[in-house]
């Protein structure tokens, strides 16, 4: 069952993606480790560095297209799950530098230290295991959605509404996480990390390993994502996009449809917020900020929402153009990420992927008219045309 | 048209973009140094100003003939108030565009996410603004204040000339103000002040409304001792603090307010006439009166062809940073970082208040502490100056930090040596 | 404390000085000395010159005060100087008469600060009590009452017999009451003073404190009753002092959120460039008053009434433009007018910081925006009150308009059902944009009122956005009166939790409650019901 479940996920394009993927993961590592730097083959740290940085950001946009894309969600506190898996590897790496922090402190994190706290809060416990860390970047953003997702589904929040309490959530954990009170290393976050599993975060090697888990992790996403949306469930999460009422009515429990792909999805963004942190080397409160929520909601957009593929190009399209542009002409980085959100509301609505979709989809279905064939259903693929129509 | 070629042609894109670009502008007879300050984002309205000053320094180096004959070129980035940015900015202009220093960063939180990439990849950053203390790197000079150069001159003014004996420790929640309070509060103590005599409040960034804060310090202050605020309040939330203590009529001559973090650029945004008489401890304020401090607003007012343009604390401390850097390369003949390291330390140049500043073995620097009281000009008037002050990066009122020393000249070499051990690393273990 | 053993010695040396000279001494050479002095030996200056007990040197100690005394470096001839052109116009310390103009290199001003200030409103306290303006005696009485010492019983006791006026009277009784306190009068004396500061309220704490250390041991328990009952009849005042600051804050929240609720409540536009539109009013008052400041500084405090205008046409504009280019493509896709409106604050932004750079700009306080008067135990100032007033005027004038005018009918009609409205004759694409302009111009409005309490930069209305969102919600989308409601009840809230927990921990919990609210009842406080809630 589980195969047929995996095996109906590998279709066409998602079996490209994630061969692109997991080729990526090899040779961009290689080129890295095994070329002399002034090879033409040579990628720089920097740029792995920044690869990996952008594929994190692709899994948390492929997130987010999971609860948008294809259970209507609207969700702008996606940052929040990002940010909590981050923060829960970043306490997993503090916890790491042990006694080589400034003040020597074995058990103190330095920003207690300075702070004169005396003991380690409680829920710093256990993070220096790996493994429990590892089990908190799932369950801390997994809890936080059920949480939530458990209260607002039920009392029927959605819409505007459902996107505005997500926002009211991730800013009400900026505010707490910037206090200093908290035990997160306020506005400083988590920083200055040493190393992972005893390998220096630092060495190329480490990176390269960060690099390609990032890159298969992605892959993995991908693929779990594409199995939810391509089984008998993700037919009933369109439904519930489309037309939640009727879904309601045909006698399925929405409010527990919604809330799984809630969770997943958070999960996912927990693990991208896990890989982020010790590829960028800090995590701080900023994460949080509403603001990046909304640009994790155009990066999707961009791609092309319920696509899986879209969000993932949307989300390293835009940020290679944000690395250009704010090393290049840093004063018209804010003109040119406004007039892109204008010009893809306007006209891109299917995002990139959607509308390449939608040509390909229509070019298809027009041969097929005309070989007069017994036509294989051009519309059998989850499409999202119907959808900006029936709102 | 297949997702293939999409995808690779992202990746792609996404290398290429931060290569080609910036290797375009290589030559080799220039000497590059970076500049790292957000000039989008919250921040930008602190840092812009910074990115002028250095382009200006760099123009005005530039025409002194450069540095080791060659000319300076500045590549300036926008890290856009984005800690992680400010990181990848870091690796950006030190691995690709191969600076030889840079200049940048506001906040402790930009700091603390550059100061990794500076260590891995050995390059110096110098960093202009005043912050808590509790840290020093090989590759990092500090050339604001340190707590000691600020924070403790102004509490001893106020103790001393205005005979306070009731304090209000006002802050924005974050890692600045809780460390200096938490310094200020034990040297406060150690001087004798009764617990009850000090108030602690810590708000958000940019709060707004002050109406319950400063009638809170109304009270506290109605209690028969002179009571003064210290405030660590960040830039924005500064403007409606103040409007709100005029209109609630607290005069500077009733409770005295020293800020750490206003200074003309933040005034330039108030009506500062029921202001007169607050005060701020900064190491430079634009009122000094010195021929090279005149030369100086001078030359920014020709520069930004604006004779509006304030000047500020942390311009000053980037002039002097600037300034340091480019004599300890000339000193070492390279821009090689190690030989720069070297050379840098016990290097004097001018600072704007007349005097000199040094660059101390704990990458610190000396400078004086100037107390100026806020004039209905927006300008400040000094009424206090004490001699050049080390910047001390490990406090002494803090107990973990007490012990601290940090020398980086050979052999010690250490950023947190512990002289109560006699070791290298803290408290050690 | 320097400062009262100096004003203590300082007093003694002026009823000395008052027997000893009347009146004879020229203060011209003290005035002199002042160009060589240091802090401290100015405050001896200033204590001589008023030893004098000439009238004639009240505006030149004032002048002292605001930082307008200079010396001629060429004689160290000290004046008071105001500004004539570039140049400044000296005029003699003593005899007010001008001394000729000269360039201000050729002068140095002397510096004053804190302390020295102290002792200048001091000195002018004792020199202006019998002052023959009436406002002088006043603010001379306040003087002693701040800053009260044993020395000036005297002398407020000797104006005390002449004064005539009523509340000058009273003031004076006052300042006698907190000098005696401190004085060695008898006991009886001294438990009257306690009950007339008792009466004082919160002014006459500090007062009382601050003598309870060393006070006549049988006056103690006065002493300590009459701080209890202050202190009781200030907790009362505390509750009052908090719903006030809560409906100042919601007021604010109010004016926020007002337009948000025409363009989001009423038509449905997530629209996220709203807080760029009160930027954008704020930044039109600050041209207004650039414009003003320039040509006619006489109308400065007319600025804001000009600025209101101004900046409702301007955000107008903008929102008209706005709707006409993005927004009218995107009816019936809420959420993805999210994306073009804060594609659209992206724009507006930059825009406002490529202009007038990032820093803040200064917008003054007109005169009548500035300071507070006292009701009863609390403090009001005049900014927060006329802004209260303010955003309820623009409340109901918006409610009138949408209830009461053939627009406000189309409008409704439109919002409610498109099709219908449009078969009834109604332009909609006509009202559509005018709605969106309309909501702008009041996000503009609201903009001139917050410049005068907020930072005027291009983050301020990221600042406001969420807020504004959190009220609308909350008060129920569509419904104007549900986000008069919920402004005013969030800001109470926010200013009774505040005290307690912390500024930082109330937001918290503000925004904690809005989401456990939400759950109960999906569409807000005040929920549209029927159809047009599903569509």
């Known amino acids: 069952m589980i195969t047929g479940f995996i095996l109906r996920a590998l279709e066409g394009k998602i079996v490209i993606a994630v061969g692109i993927l997991l080729a990526v993961a090899i040779i961009v590592p290689a080129l890295n480790l095994l070329t002399p730097p002034d090879s033409a083959f040579h990628i720089p740290t920097y740029v792995m560095a920044l690869m990996g940085k952008y594929l994190c950001y692709a899994l948390l946009a492929l997130a987010l297209d999971l609860v948008w894309g294809y259970c209507g969600i609207l969700s702008l506190g996606h940052g929040a799950f990002f940010a909590l898996g981050g923060y829960a590897m970043g306490m997993y790496l503090m916890r790491q530098i042990g006694s080589r922090g400034v003040y020597g402190n074995p058990d103190l994190p330095d920003f207690m230290v300075f702070l004169n706290w005396k003991e380690l809060p409680w829920f710093w416990y256990g993070l220096d295991m790996f493994p429990f860390a590892m089990a908190m970047v799932l369950i801390v953003p997994g809890l936080l959605a059920f949480v939530f997702g458990w209260f607002a589904f039920r009392s029927r929040v959605n819409g505007v509404y459902l996107s505005i309490i997500t926002q009211a959530m991730t800013y009400a954990l900026m505010l707490a996480f910037f206090r200093n009170d908290m035990g997160f290393g306020g506005n400083n976050g988590l920083t200055d990390f040493k190393d992972i599993l005893g390998f220096q975060v630092q060495a190329g090697g480490t990176r390269a390993v960060l690099f390609a888990m990032s890159a298969f992790m992605l892959a993995l996403c991908l693929i779990v994502a594409s199995a939810i949306t391509r089984s008998k469930f993700g037919k009933v999460l369109v439904g519930v996009r489309d037309a939640e009422s009727r879904v309601r009515f045909l006698g399925f429990r929405v409010e527990n449809i919604k809330l799984f792909t809630f969770v997943v999805s958070a999960m996912f963004a927990g693990i991208a917020g896990a890989l982020f942190v010790p590829q960028v080397g800090i995590i701080n409160p900023g994460e949080f900020a509403p603001a990046n929520s909304i640009e994790v909601v155009v990066w999707t957009a961009v791609g092309g929402r319920g696509t899986l593929i879209g969000p993932i190009i949307g989300a390293i399209l835009v940020n290679a153009g944000k690395s250009f542009f704010t090393g290049a002409f840093p004063e018209f980085w804010l003109f040119a990420l406004g007039g892109l959100f204008i010009a893809v509301t306007l006209f891109l609505p299917k995002g990139i992927v959607g509308t390449i979709q939608h040509g390909w989809n229509a070019r298809k279905a027009l041969k097929a008219a005309a070989d007069a064939e017994k036509g294989r259903d051009a519309g059998a693929a989850p499409t999202v045309q119907q959808v900006q129509a029936a709102e | 048209m297949s997702f293939k070629a999409k995808l690779g042609g992202a990746l792609l894109a996404a290398a290429l973009s931060t290569t080609a670009f910036h290797g375009a502008f290589a030559a080799d007879d220039t000497i590059k140094i970076g500049v790292l300050h957000s000039l989008s984002g919250t921040m930008a309205i602190s840092e812009t100003t910074l990115k002028d000053a250095m382009l200006m320094l760099v123009e005005e180096q530039n025409k002194k003939g450069g540095v080791l004959g060659k000319k300076l070129e500045a590549v300036v980035v926008d890290p856009a108030s984005d800690w992680p940015l400010f990181a990848e900015k870091a690796r950006q202009l030190i691995s690709q565009d191969k600076v030889a220093a840079v200049f940048g960063c506001w906040t402790s939180s930009s700091r603390k996410s550059v100061l990794p990439v500076f260590e891995e990849l050995n390059s110096i950053l110098f960093y202009p603004v005043q912050y808590e203390g509790e840290e020093s790197s090989r590759n990092i000079f500090y050339t604001g204040a340190a707590p000691n150069q600020q924070a403790i001159p102004a509490v001893d003014y106020l103790a001393e000339t205005e005979g306070v004996e009731r304090w209000v420790l006002a802050g924005t929640d974050y890692v600045y103000p809780q460390t200096t309070n938490k310094i200020l509060k034990a040297y406060l103590m150690s001087k004798g002040v009764a617990e009850e005599d000090i108030m602690i409040n810590y708000t958000p960034f940019g709060h707004s409304d002050w109406q319950t804060i400063v009638s809170d310090i109304k009270k506290f202050g109605s209690a028969g001792k002179k009571t003064a605020v210290v405030s660590t309040i960040n830039g924005d939330a500064n403007v409606p603090f103040y409007k709100e203590l005029g209109n609630q009529g607290i005069k500077a001559e009733d409770i005295p307010v020293v800020a750490f973090s206003v200074g003309e650029e933040e005034l330039a945004g108030l009506d500062t006439a029921p202001l007169v008489g607050h005060l701020a401890a900064w190491n430079y304020f634009q009122s000094v009166d010195a021929p090279v401090n005149a030369e100086f607003i001078k030359t920014w007012h020709a520069y930004t062809k604006n004779d509006k343009r304030v000047t500020n604390d942390p311009m000053e401390a980037a002039y002097i940073g600037f300034n340091a850097w480019v004599k300890a390369v000339e000193a070492a003949g390279t821009t090689e970082t190690d030989a720069v390291l070297d050379s840098i330390i016990g290097v004097s140049v001018p600072n704007l208040s007349g005097g000199t500043s040094t660059v101390m073995p704990n990458h610190h620097i000396t400078k004086p502490v100037l107390i100026g009281e806020i004039q209905a000009d927006g300008q400040f008037e000094v009424v206090q100056e004490t001699a050049a002050v080390v910047g001390d990066e490990w406090s002494d009122y803090l107990p973990d930090s007490k012990d601290l020393i940090s020398d980086w000249r050979k052999p010690m070499e250490c950023g947190n040596f512990n002289v109560a051990t006699g070791k290298c690393g803290g408290k050690g273990s | ?535």
């Open chain 3, 1 to 535: 404390m320097t400062f009262r053993i100096f004003s203590g010695a300082f007093v003694a040396f002026l009823l000395f000085a008052c027997a000893a000279f009347a009146q004879g001494t020229d203060p011209k050479p003290l005035f002199n000395q002042l160009a060589d002095a240091n802090f401290n030996a100015a405050e001896k200056l200033v204590a001589e010159i008023a030893a004098t007990g000439n009238p004639r040197v009240v505006p030149a100690l004032n002048a002292f005060s605001e930082g307008d005394l200079y010396f001629r470096k060429s004689d160290k001839a000290v004046f008071a100087a105001k500004a004539a052109g570039s140049q400044l116009e000296l005029i003699d310390p003593v005899t007010g008469e001008s001394a000729g103009q000269v360039a201000k290199s050729a002068v140095t001003k002397i510096k004053v600060n804190n302390n020295l200030r102290r002792a200048i409103r001091a000195a002018l306290g004792g020199l202006t009590l019998m002052s023959p303006d009436r406002g002088a005696r006043l603010s001379a009485a306040d003087a002693i009452l701040r800053a009260p010492s044993a020395e000036a019983l005297e002398l407020v006791e000797a104006a005390l017999v002449k004064e005539t006026d009523g509340e000058v009277k009273a003031r004076m009784e006052e300042a006698r009451a907190v000098s005696l306190l401190s004085s060695d009068r008898s006991v009886d004396e001294k438990r009257a003073a306690i009950e007339t500061i008792a009466g004082l309220g919160a002014s006459g704490l500090g007062v009382l404190n601050s003598v309870s250390g060393t006070i006549d041991p049988g006056l103690k328990p006065d002493l300590d009753a009459a701080i209890a009952s202050i202190q009781n009849e200030q907790q009362l005042w505390n509750l009052a002092q908090n719903v006030w600051y809560g409906m100042s804050l919601g007021s604010v929240l109010l004016l926020a959120a007002i337009g948000l609720a025409i363009t989001f409540g009423v038509m449905g536009i997530i629209n996220m460039a709203h807080g760029e539109m009160v930027m954008l009013g704020a930044y039109s008052t600050f041209m207004v008053q650039q414009v003003i400041r320039e040509n006619a500084p006489g109308l400065f405090d007319w600025s804001l009434a000009i600025a209101l205008p101004v900046a409702f046409l301007v955000t107008g504009a903008v929102g008209f433009v706005i709707e006409r280019g993005v927004i009218r493509f995107l009816y019936g896709r809420p959420l993805e007018t999210l994306l073009a409106t804060w594609g659209v604050s992206l724009i507006l932004q930059q825009a406002i910081r490529t202009i007038f750079g990032p820093t803040n700009q200064e917008v003054g306080n007109p005169s009548w925006m500035s300071g507070s008067f006292p009701l009863g135990g609390m403090t009001i100032t005049y900014n927060r009150m006329w802004i209260i007033v303010f955003s309820l005027t623009i409340f109901f004038a918006l409610l009138f308009v949408m209830k009461k005018t053939a627009y406000g009918l189309n409008m409704r009609a439109v919002t409610q059902n498109r099709r219908m409205a449009s078969s009834m004759g109604i332009r909609t694409p006509w009202v559509d944009a005018l709605t969106f302009a309309l909501g702008s111009g009041i996000a503009g409005i609201a903009g001139v009122a917050l410049s005068q309490i907020d930072n005027v930069s291009p983050n301020l209305g990221q600042s406001y956005i969420i807020d504004s969102f959190m009220v609308v919600v909350f008060g129920g989308v569509g419904n104007l009166w549900g986000t008069l409601v919920g402004a005013l009840s969030l800001g109470i809230l926010n200013k009774f939790l505040e005290p307690s927990v912390g500024a930082v921990l109330g937001k918290i919990l503000v925004l904690v409650l809005i989401i456990l609210f939400i759950q109960k009842r999906p569409r807000g406080l005040f929920a549209l019901k029927g159809r047009a809630v599903e569509a």
